[in-house]
Nanobody
């Protein structure tokens, strides 16, 4: 069993900052990818940022220069530092990870989602 538990969402004013965290726990042999997607009402889920083992990072154009993804592999945790937040960043943010479990193939796992609301 693997769980991804997110924290750090909330309400923030435009221009403010939030930091999301996502910790993976359970029977884990290795994690190759960790990252964040988001989904606003009426929209499809979209990739926000991803981090692969080896320090490769990828960002959506809409968040480049404002969001920073980082990982603590010792803790199986990924972070998303969100600065200069805009109302259009309002969405439910989902953590994901591509995980190898003992005796299993690589599989994708998702967190439960955390709400981020940017509003004055």
């Amino acid at each position: 069993q693997v769980q991804l538990v997110e924290s750090g969402g909330g309400l923030v004013q435009p221009g403010g900052s939030l930091r999301l965290s996502c910790a993976a726990s359970g029977s884990i042999s290795a994690i190759i990818d960790m990252g964040w997607y988001r989904q606003a009402p009426g929209n499809q889920r979209e990739l926000v940022a991803s981090s692969t083992s080896g320090d490769s990072r990828n960002y959506a154009d809409s968040v480049k220069g404002r969001f920073t993804i980082s990982r603590d592999d010792a803790k199986n945790t990924v972070y998303l530092q969100m600065d200069s937040l805009k109302p259009e960043d309002t969405a439910v943010y989902y953590c994901y990870a591509k995980i190898l479990r003992p005796g299993r193939a690589w599989s994708d796992y998702w967190g439960q989602g955390t709400q981020v609301t940017v509003s004055s």
